[in-house]
C-alpha cells in the first residue's frame, strides 16, 4: 500500500508569506495527526484529525496556523502569514485507529527567510 | 506534563561497536515507549515498542526493556553497522487522554567504517 505522502518536500519563503503544505494518510486511515521539529529540538504535537473533524489542536503554536481536511482525506496545513520561527520540519502521520500505531511521511522541510 | 529526556548527541561510532542511547520519561500513569528512527531523506519509521513495565522491544538486532522503576527506556545494539546511521526518536504515549506521541529531541548516530 501507498504510505503517507507529503509535499512539498522542501520549501523556502519570505517572512510574510503564505505557505500550504499537504498531506495525503494512507487510504481508509482515519486518524492524521500533524507533527513539528524545529532545529534541534523534539518533535511537538500540533494537532489530530479523526475523519474531517479536529480531535485535538492543543499543539497548535497560534492562530497563524491553520490545518483543514476537507472530506477526511488529504489534509494541509497553511501557514500565514509565516515568521522566522515557523522554520522546521513538518510531519505527518496516520493511523487506522488510535494507539493503533503511525505511519509517518517524510515531512516538509520548511525554511522562513 | 509528559516528557521524554534523550540523550544529547550526535554520537560517532566505528562499525562493530557497542551503541546506548539513553532516554528516560516522565508520564502520569503507564504510558507505551517508544523508538522511532528517521534514515537519511525517509520519514519517522517505528523501530519498536513497549506497551508495559518489563516488556523488551527488539527488531533489527536493537533492544530497549521498559524500566518502571528508573522511568527509562534505554536503546541499545550490540554491533552496529554503517547502514545504522540515523536519527533515533525516543517517544512515549499516555494510556489515556491526550493520543499523540511525545518525543525527545533526537539523537544523530553516525558509524565509520
Known amino acids: 500500500e501507498a504510505g503517507v505522502t507529503q509535499f512539498p518536500s522542501h520549501s523556502v519563503i519570505e517572512k510574510g508569506q503564505t505557505v500550504t503544505l499537504r498531506c495525503d494518510p494512507i487510504s481508509g486511515h482515519d486518524n492524521l495527526y500533524w507533527y513539528r521539529r524545529v532545529m534541534g529540538k523534539e518533535i511537538k504535537f500540533l494537532l489530530h484529525f479523526v475523519k474531517e473533524s479536529k480531535q485535538d489542536e492543543s499543539g497548535m503554536p497560534n492562530n497563524r496556523f491553520l490545518a483543514e481536511r476537507t472530506g477526511g482525506t488529504y489534509s494541509t496545513l497553511k501557514v500565514q502569514p509565516a515568521e522566522l520561527e515557523d522554520s522546521g520540519v513538518y510531519f505527518c502521520a496516520s493511523s487506522q485507529a488510535v494507539n493503533y500505531g503511525y505511519t509517518f511521511g517524510s515531512g516538509t522541510r520548511l525554511t522562513v527567510v | 506534563g509528559d516528557s521524554v529526556t534523550q540523550m544529547e548527541g550526535p554520537v560517532t561510532l566505528s562499525e562493530e561497536a557497542f551503541l546506548t542511547i539513553n532516554c528516560t520519561y516522565t508520564a502520569t500513569g503507564y504510558p507505551s515507549l517508544f523508538w522511532y528512527v528517521q534514515y537519511p531523506g525517509e520519514g519517522l519509521q517505528l523501530l519498536l515498542k513497549?506497551?508495559?513495565?518489563?516488556d523488551k522491544g527488539s527488531n533489527k538486532g536493537f533492544e530497549a526493556t521498559y524500566r518502571k522503576e528508573t522511568t527509562s527506556f534505554h536503546l541499545e545494539k550490540g554491533s552496529v553497522q554503517v547502514s545504522d546511521s540515523a536519527v533515533y526518536f525516543c517517544?512515549?504515549?499516555?494510556?489515556?487522554?491526550?493520543?499523540?506521541?511525545?518525543f525527545g529531541t533526537g539523537t544523530r548516530l553516525t558509524v565509520i567504517p
Open positions: 517517544a512515549l504515549s499516555a494510556r489515556t487522554g491526550a493520543n499523540n506521541l511525545f
Open positions: 513497549a506497551t508495559k513495565a518489563d
